[in-house]
């Protein structure tokens, strides 16, 4: 961990009630933090899919119902571009404003602005890296063909079989649905194996004392270990609090969850992303000179099942190894 990194307090934490828990992709925070901005007349800006899902980008809500859109975690490069101007905007009118991104989209935000504004609340997401919107694009358009329908619904976090098994479901208008763990699906395989990211989150700027947010949101891996009263099929999620507003924006919603003050080096333990770059795998840019985007799941599992091959062989010879050495 950055011996650098500044935080005033680290928490594990879910919302207490079951509708905003069971449709976060973890505790519920982020919910908690948008309605209670939106209670005082401000205005949120996160990661939508626009009308087709083949595409994600930043929208203003002002409305508890409008949430919706925002929960969840969309394993899709968000475009920013357009919310920019919007949120600068509110600003000046002298709205408050909450902003939730990963941290180099907050970076770009502060880039953007120029100043600091009081009336502005930026939630970063841990970020394991973001995968080039064509691939989902590409991805999306096979599975409408294999369906035969257009896709009607995405949800990367489907909890019905716990938190920790989620799975990515998919509705079409057919009535049909597409759901696979993340270790079963191809474009999440590609996404964790980091095959599918962007260059650019190989050596990411924006980790560690680098996040500029008030408050950094994940979840909350290894909770059993560090927090075990924390434990929840739902979800728990790892909350940082970087900034003396973001602290007060998090002290005021204590009532509404469930919480401990937990220590940063060991709740970070099974975080990396908080703090490390994703790695390149060593054929990356050989992937990416076959890829073939109307064979985007083929593509993929070509370069998965090298990957595993070359894996097995690996382990099958230190196992002789060690064999030997016994």
């Not at 680290?10 to 905003?20: C, K, N, Q």
């Amino acid at each position: 961990m950055d011996s650098a990194f500044h935080v005033i307090k680290t928490y594990g934490m879910y919302a207490l009630d079951t509708a905003r828990l069971q449709t976060s992709s973890s505790g519920g925070i982020f919910t908690i933090l948008a309605e209670d901005v939106i209670s005082r007349g401000g205005t949120v800006f996160g990661a939508a899919f626009c009308d087709d899902f083949q595409a994600v980008r930043h929208i203003a809500v002002s409305t508890v119902e409008a949430l919706e859109k925002l929960r969840g975690s969309k394993y899709v490069r968000s475009d920013v571009k357009e919310a920019l101007p919007k949120v600068l905007e509110c600003l000046e009118q002298g709205s408050g404003v909450l902003f939730s991104g990963t941290p180099c989209q907050i970076a770009a935000l502060k880039k953007y602005l120029k100043k600091n504004y009081e009336n502005l609340l930026t939630v970063a997401v841990v970020c394991h890296g973001t995968p080039k919107h064509t691939v989902w694009a590409d991805y999306l358009k096979e599975l409408e063909q294999n369906y035969k329908s257009k896709v009607i619904a995405v949800n990367f976090r489907d909890k019905s079989e716990g938190w920790s098994k989620y799975r990515l479901r998919i509705l079409f208008a057919n009535g049909k649905q597409y759901v696979k763990t993340k270790d079963r699906d191809i474009y999440m395989c590609g996404f964790l194996q980091n095959i599918t990211l962007e260059k650019s989150c190989f050596s990411c700027h924006f980790k560690g004392n680098n996040i500029e947010s008030d408050i950094i949101l994940g979840d909350f891996w290894g909770v059993e270990r560090v927090a075990p009263k924390l434990c929840n099929y739902d979800g728990t999620s790892l909350v940082i609090v970087r900034s003396e507003k973001g602290f007060q924006a998090v002290e005021a919603k204590l009532s509404g969850v469930k919480y401990a003050e937990v220590d940063l080096p060991s709740a970070v333990d099974n975080n990396s992303s908080l703090f490390c770059s994703a790695k390149m795998p060593e054929n990356y840019d050989a992937f990416w000179q076959a890829y073939h985007g109307n064979k985007c799941r083929k593509s993929i599992q070509k370069f998965l099942m090298k990957k595993n091959y070359f894996l097995l062989i690996k382990n099958k010879v230190l196992k002789v190894i060690n064999r030997g050495n016994h």
